[in-house]
C-alpha cells in the first residue's frame, strides 16, 4: 500500500492549501460564528471549491464526477481543517453522496450525484438520535407503509448542515427492518431547527412529524438500511480523519510558531526543555495519526474487506491526536489561549465536535476488538 | 513482465528453492538470522541459508558488488525484504557489521578500509561490536573520556567502554576515543576499528535485571591500534558517530516491528486463559480497551515505519524520523509487555521454575528486558531533543 503521494497529489495539496488559506482566515469562521448565520457556511466559497473540482474529484465520471481515489479526497479535507473551513465536506461529499453512491438506486444517482460534483446540491445524512450515542442500529424513527410509500415519524439530532440541505437520507426502522429514505426537508411534516453547537457549524434537528414519501424515495431495497449506512460511517470516518489531522497539525505548527516568540525570563518558552519534550510528544502523536490517515484512505480503493478496522484505527488516532494537541495548544499559549479573542479556542471546540462525531476514540477500540474476535 | 517483476519471480525462485523449511516463520525469533564471526556456532540450517544467499550475493544485497554486495538496487533490495517477509524468514546475515559499521564505512571509510572490513562482513567472518557508551558518558556521549594517544603509526587506547552488545560473541569493535583535550568535546572525538584479539582487550558480561545478559562492558589497557584504523578525520569522529547513530536508530525501529505485529493475537489469546473466557467478548472491558490501544497503536506505527521505508527507497535519508519511530516502537514494545503481564495477574509474577507456565516465564522476562528499550540506543529523553531541535526548531535548551 503506497503511503506517500504522487507529484499530482502533492500539486492537489498545494492548490487546496492556498485555497483555504486565501479563502478561510480565521475571521471568516468568527463572523459566520457571531452572525448566527442560519446556514453556517458560505455557498460561494462551496462554489469555489466545486470550480476547483473539490466536490466533483471522488464521484464517478458518468454522474459528473471526476472518478478519483478516497485519497484526493482526504486530502482536501486535510486542508479544509487546517483552517476550519465549515463548507459541507462532510455532510455532503462523506455522508450525503457516499450513501446515494453505495446504496441509492440508478435513478437517485442521476438526480442527485451530477449536483453534487458541480456544488449545485447539498446533500446531508439524518441518522443519529438522542439515545443510543454512535450507535447506526439505535433507530426509533419508524416508517409505516401507506399506499405507494411511507410514513416517517421521530427526531433526529446532529444532522449537519440539514438547514441548507436539498435533501436529507433518513434512517427508519419499520417492518424491513432498518430502511434509508430521500426526504425533502420543505416538504409537510419535515421540521428543520438549527442547533447552536460549541463549533458553530450548520447542524440542526430534524423532526418527522408523519412526514410522508413515496416508494421512490428508498435509498436501494428496504432493509438495506443499516449496510449502506454503516459503509458510509466508516468511509466518513476516514474522510474527518483527514479533516481532524489537518485541524491538529494546523493547531500544532501554530502552537511551535508561538514557542519561538513567546519571551519570560528573557527567553523564548520554547527553549524550555519541559516544553520541548511536550511539544515532540505531539509530533509523534501527530506521526501515528498521519500514517492511520493515509492508511485508511488507500484502504477505501485498494482493502474494501478492512475497511472497518481501519476506518476505526483513523478515527480513534485522529480523536486522540487532535484532542491532545488541541488541549496542549491552548495549555502552552497561557492565558491568552483561553481569551475568545485568540483563535487556538476554535481548534479545541472543533477538536470535541470531530471527536463526538461517528464515535470517539474508546468506541472506535471497543469496535476494534469486536471485529478482532476478541 | 517488467525488469522488477521479473526480478522478484527469480528471488521467489530463489528463496523457494534454498531457504529451509525449519527456519520459515521465525524472522522475529530471539536471535533468528546468522550473526556471524569467528566464535559463530549457528544451527545447520541457519548455515545454510545464509551460505546460499552468500553464493547468490544475498548478503549484503545492496551494497555495491566490488565490496562483495550484490549491488542490487533500492527496489531490488526493498523486493528481497519483502519476500522474506511475507514467508517470515530471517535475513541471511543480521548483525552490527551489516547494518551500521558497514554502511557508515560505505559513506565515510578509505578505499583500503572498505576493502578490509566490507567483505569480511559480506562473507560473515566478522562480527562486530559497538564501543560508543561509557561509565561516565550515557547520554552525554560527546563526553566521553577513553583516551587514544598517537605513538609513530599506531594509536594507544586507555578507557573502559560499556553497554557493548555481544562483545564477547563479537571479533572487531569500533570505538569512540578521545585524541584531543584541549577543545570543544564534541572536536577532540575520534572513531577508531579495533581488532579484539589485540593485547590488552578484554570484555565481560552484564547481568540485567530480566536476568539475560546480552550487554557486556570492555576493557581497553594500552591497545595498540594502526593509525589506518581511523575513519574520517582524526579529531572528526563525531561527524562519523552520529550518522551511526541514525543507521542504529531506524534499525531499532525495525527491530521492534517483527514484535509489535505480533502481539494483538497473543495478548488477547493470553486474556481468555487469564479470565477463562474461551470464546466472545471479552468479559473484561478495561482488559478490551488496552488490547485493542496497543494493537490499534501497533498498526499505526507499522503505517508509519512502511511511510518511512517508502521515502527512503525513493533517496530520502533518514533523520529525525528514526528518533520518532525509536519513540514509538520502544514505547509500544513496553506497553506490550506491561500489559501481557498485567494480564496474566498472580501467574505473571514469576521468575523461574515449575511452578509457572514456561509462556509466563518468558513474558515476564520481556517485560524486564523492554525496560531497557527507552535507554538503550539513545534514551527517550535524548530522541524528543532531537525531534525539539531538528524538527521543530526549539532551540536554546539543554
Known amino acids: 500500500m503506497k503511503l506517500t503521494y504522487d507529484e499530482e497529489q502533492d500539486l492537489l495539496a498545494a492548490t487546496a492549501r492556498d485555497f483555504f488559506t486565501a479563502s478561510t482566515p480565521i475571521e471568516r469562521i468568527r463572523k459566520l460564528r457571531d452572525a448566527k448565520d442560519p446556514v453556517g457556511f458560505s455557498r460561494d466559497v462551496w462554489k469555489k471549491m466545486a470550480d476547483l473540482g473539490f466536490t466533483a474529484s471522488v464521484l464517478p465520471e458518468e454522474y459528473g464526477g471526476m472518478g478519483l481515489g478516497f485519497t484526493e479526497l482526504c486530502i482536501v479535507l486535510e486542508e479544509a481543517g487546517r483552517k476550519l473551513a465549515p463548507e459541507p465536506l462532510v455532510s455532503t461529499l462523506l455522508l450525503g453522496a457516499q450513501a446515494l453512491l453505495l446504496g441509492g438506486t440508478a435513478e437517485q444517482k442521476r438526480q442527485y450525484l451530477p449536483k453534487i460534483a458541480s456544488g449545485d446540491a447539498i446533500v446531508t445524512v439524518a441518522w443519529q438520535e438522542r439515545a443510543g450515542r454512535f450507535d447506526p442500529m439505535a433507530v426509533t424513527t419508524t416508517a409505516e407503509r401507506t399506499p405507494g410509500g411511507a410514513r416517517?415519524?421521530?427526531?433526529?439530532?446532529?444532522?449537519?448542515?440539514?438547514?441548507?440541505?436539498?435533501?436529507?437520507?433518513?434512517?427508519?426502522?419499520?417492518?424491513?427492518?432498518?430502511?434509508?429514505?430521500?426526504?425533502?426537508?420543505?416538504?409537510?411534516?419535515?421540521?428543520?431547527?438549527?442547533?447552536?453547537?460549541?463549533?458553530?457549524?450548520?447542524?440542526?434537528?430534524?423532526?418527522?412529524?408523519?412526514?410522508?414519501?413515496?416508494?421512490d424515495a428508498v435509498v436501494g431495497r428496504a432493509g438495506q438500511g443499516l449496510e449502506v449506512l454503516s459503509a458510509v460511517l466508516d468511509r466518513a470516518c476516514v474522510g474527518l480523519s483527514a479533516e481532524m489531522l489537518g485541524g491538529a497539525t494546523q493547531a500544532f505548527e501554530d502552537t511551535?510558531?508561538?514557542?519561538?516568540?513567546?519571551?519570560?525570563?528573557?527567553?523564548?518558552?520554547?527553549?524550555?526543555?519541559?516544553?520541548?519534550?511536550?511539544?515532540?510528544?505531539?509530533?509523534?502523536?501527530?506521526?501515528?495519526?498521519?500514517?492511520?490517515?493515509?492508511?485508511?484512505?488507500?484502504?477505501?480503493?485498494?482493502?474494501?474487506?478492512?475497511?472497518?478496522?481501519?476506518?476505526?484505527?483513523?478515527?480513534?488516532?485522529?480523536?486522540?491526536?487532535?484532542?491532545?494537541?488541541?488541549?496542549?495548544?491552548?495549555?502552552?499559549?497561557?492565558?491568552?489561549?483561553?481569551?475568545?479573542?485568540?483563535?487556538?479556542?476554535?481548534y479545541l471546540k472543533r477538536a470535541r465536535v470531530a471527536e463526538l462525531t461517528f464515535g470517539d476514540a474508546a468506541w472506535h477500540r471497543r469496535r476494534w476488538a469486536t471485529l478482532g474476535g476478541y | 513482465m517488467s525488469d522488477l517483476e521479473a526480478f522478484r519471480a527469480s528471488i521467489r525462485d530463489f528463496i523457494e528453492k534454498n531457504a529451509p523449511k525449519s527456519l520459515v516463520g521465525?524472522?522475529?525469533?530471539?536471535?533468528?538470522?546468522?550473526?556471524?564471526?569467528?566464535?559463530?556456532?549457528?544451527?545447520?540450517?541457519?548455515?545454510?541459508?545464509?551460505?546460499?544467499?552468500?553464493?547468490?550475493?544475498?548478503?549484503?544485497p545492496t551494497w555495491p558488488k566490488e565490496y562483495g554486495g550484490g549491488g542490487l538496487s533500492r527496489e531490488e533490495g526493498q523486493i528481497f525484504d519483502e519476500?522474506?517477509?511475507?514467508?517470515?524468514?530471517?535475513?541471511?546475515?543480521?548483525?552490527?557489521?551489516?547494518?551500521?559499521?558497514?554502511?557508515?564505512?560505505?559513506?565515510?571509510?578509505?578505499?583500503?578500509?572498505?576493502?578490509?572490513?566490507?567483505?569480511?562482513?559480506?562473507?560473515?567472518?566478522?562480527?562486530?561490536?559497538?564501543?560508543?557508551?561509557?561509565?561516565?558518558?550515557?547520554?552525554?556521549?560527546?563526553?566521553?573520556?577513553?583516551?587514544?594517544?598517537?605513538?609513530?603509526?599506531?594509536?594507544?587506547?586507555?578507557?573502559?567502554?560499556?553497554?557493548?552488545?555481544?562483545?564477547d560473541r563479537s571479533d572487531w569493535i569500533f570505538v569512540l576515543v578521545r585524541t584531543n583535550t584541549a577543545v570543544k568535546k564534541q572536536l577532540g572525538i575520534t572513531f577508531l576499528l579495533v581488532d579484539m584479539a589485540t593485547p590488552g582487550?578484554?570484555?565481560?558480561?552484564?547481568?540485567?535485571?530480566?536476568?539475560?545478559?546480552?550487554?557486556?562492558?570492555?576493557?581497553?589497557?594500552?591497545?595498540?591500534?594502526?593509525?589506518?584504523?581511523?575513519?574520517?578525520?582524526?579529531?572528526?569522529?563525531?561527524?562519523?558517530?552520529?550518522?551511526?547513530?541514525g543507521y542504529e536508530r531506524s534499525m531499532v525501529g525495525e527491530a521492534m516491528s517483527g514484535e509489535v505485529a505480533g502481539a494483538e493475537a497473543k495478548l488477547a489469546a493470553?486474556?481468555?486463559?487469564?479470565?477463562?473466557?474461551?470464546?466472545?467478548?471479552?468479559?473484561?472491558?478495561?482488559?478490551?480497551?488496552?488490547?485493542?490501544?496497543?494493537?490499534?497503536?501497533?498498526?499505526?506505527?507499522?503505517?508509519?515505519?512502511?511511510?518511512?521505508?517508502?521515502?527512503?527507497?525513493?533517496?530520502?535519508?533518514?533523520g529525525a524520523e528514526s528518533s520518532t519511530l525509536k519513540i514509538i516502537g520502544s514505547d509500544l514494545k513496553q506497553r506490550r509487555w506491561d500489559l501481557g503481564v498485567r494480564i496474566a495477574?498472580?501467574?505473571?509474577?514469576?521468575?523461574?521454575?515449575?511452578?509457572?507456565d514456561p509462556e509466563d516465564l518468558a513474558a515476564t522476562r520481556e517485560w524486564l528486558r523492554s525496560r531497557a528499550n527507552t535507554i538503550e540506543g539513545g534514551t527517550s529523553e535524548i530522541q524528543l531533543n532531537i525531534i525539539a531541535k531538528q524538527v521543530l526548531g526549539l532551540g536554546g535548551g539543554k
Open chain 2, 26 to 60: 521465525t524472522r522475529y525469533g530471539k536471535f533468528s538470522g546468522y550473526w556471524g564471526g569467528r566464535k559463530a556456532s549457528p544451527e545447520p540450517d541457519v548455515l545454510a541459508w545464509f551460505q546460499a544467499a552468500l553464493a547468490r550475493g544475498l548478503t549484503a
Open chain 2, 345 to 356: 495477574g498472580p501467574e505473571g509474577l514469576g521468575w523461574e521454575g515449575p511452578e509457572y
Open chain 1, 256 to 346: 511551535v510558531s508561538y514557542l519561538k516568540t513567546r519571551k519570560q525570563f528573557d527567553v523564548p518558552i520554547g527553549s524550555f526543555q519541559a516544553l520541548q519534550h511536550r511539544a515532540a510528544r505531539l509530533f509523534i502523536e501527530l506521526t501515528l495519526a498521519r500514517a492511520a490517515v493515509l492508511g485508511a484512505a488507500r484502504t477505501v480503493d485498494e482493502e474494501p474487506a478492512n475497511l472497518p478496522r481501519m476506518a476505526s484505527l483513523a478515527k480513534a488516532r485522529a480523536s486522540d491526536a487532535f484532542l491532545h494537541v488541541a488541549n496542549e495548544a491552548v495549555q502552552m499559549h497561557g492565558g491568552i489561549g483561553v481569551t475568545d479573542e485568540f483563535h487556538i479556542g476554535f
Open chain 1, 152 to 215: 416517517l415519524t421521530g427526531e433526529k439530532i446532529d444532522v449537519l448542515d440539514a438547514g441548507a440541505a436539498d435533501a436529507l437520507v433518513v434512517s427508519a426502522r419499520g417492518a424491513e427492518g432498518i430502511t434509508l429514505f430521500v426526504v425533502d426537508p420543505r416538504a409537510k411534516g419535515v421540521h428543520v431547527q438549527r442547533q447552536s453547537r460549541i463549533d458553530s457549524r450548520g447542524s440542526a434537528v430534524v423532526r418527522l412529524d408523519g412526514a410522508l414519501v413515496r416508494e
Open chain 2, 83 to 167: 519476500e522474506l517477509e511475507i514467508r517470515r524468514l530471517p535475513p541471511p546475515l543480521v548483525g552490527v557489521g551489516l547494518t551500521m559499521i558497514g554502511p557508515t564505512l560505505l559513506d565515510y571509510g578509505t578505499e583500503e578500509q572498505k576493502k578490509e572490513h566490507l567483505p569480511a562482513i559480506v562473507r560473515g567472518e566478522i562480527r562486530w561490536a559497538q564501543g560508543y557508551s561509557e561509565p561516565g558518558a550515557g547520554s552525554d556521549l560527546a563526553g566521553l573520556s577513553t583516551r587514544a594517544v598517537r605513538d609513530g603509526d599506531h594509536f594507544v587506547i586507555d578507557g573502559q567502554k560499556t553497554w557493548t552488545t555481544y562483545a
Open chain 2, 270 to 318: 493470553r486474556a481468555r486463559r487469564a479470565l477463562g473466557a474461551p470464546a466472545g467478548p471479552l468479559p473484561d472491558e478495561g482488559m478490551r480497551q488496552e488490547i485493542a490501544q496497543v494493537a490499534m497503536d501497533s498498526s499505526a506505527f507499522l503505517l508509519a515505519l512502511e511511510k518511512l521505508r517508502q521515502t527512503m527507497s525513493a533517496g530520502h535519508k533518514p
Open chain 2, 201 to 245: 582487550v578484554s570484555t565481560r558480561p552484564i547481568d540485567l535485571i530480566s536476568g539475560w545478559s546480552p550487554f557486556c562492558e570492555t576493557f581497553f589497557d594500552g591497545v595498540r591500534v594502526p593509525a589506518r584504523n581511523v575513519v574520517g578525520p582524526v579529531d572528526g569522529g563525531w561527524t562519523v558517530a552520529k550518522a551511526l547513530l
